[in-house]
């Protein structure tokens, strides 16, 4: 139903900053949620923020006043602004659409943060 392709990912040092970005195959205004997941080698995937069709947004704890979701619809795109990155923040990062109870995935990019 929509495809979805990451970038943005990369090297930074502790305390750095980078921006993800999300460009989704249709309106993104059709899709019920966006949102940004990671994972680390030996951990589940979780989820960093989230943004929904009426414009709530959620974050994990961990990144709150560090990470802001958002989004350009005539862009198609969502997009992730991490500041303060730290070591553990280092995770392949993932871009998800919501539909109902159905999720779609992108392919990833690989966050590394460097202490």
């Known amino acids: 139903q929509v495809q979805l392709v990451e970038s943005g990912g990369g090297l930074v040092q502790a305390g750095g900053s980078l921006r993800l970005s999300c460009v989704a195959s249709?309106?993104?205004?059709?899709?019920?949620?966006m949102g940004w997941y990671r994972q680390a080698p030996g951990k589940q995937r979780e989820l960093v923020a989230r943004l929904t069709r009426g414009g709530v947004t959620n974050y994990a704890d961990s990144v709150k006043d560090r990470f802001t979701i958002s989004r350009d619809i005539a862009k198609r795109t969502v997009f992730l602004q991490m500041n303060s990155l730290k070591p553990e923040d280092s995770a392949v990062y993932y871009c998800?659409?919501?539909?109902?109870?159905?999720?779609?995935w992108g392919q990833g990019t690989q966050v590394t943060v460097s202490s």
């Open positions: 249709r309106n993104i205004f059709s899709i019920d949620a």
């Open positions: 998800s659409a919501e539909f109902g109870a159905e999720a779609h």
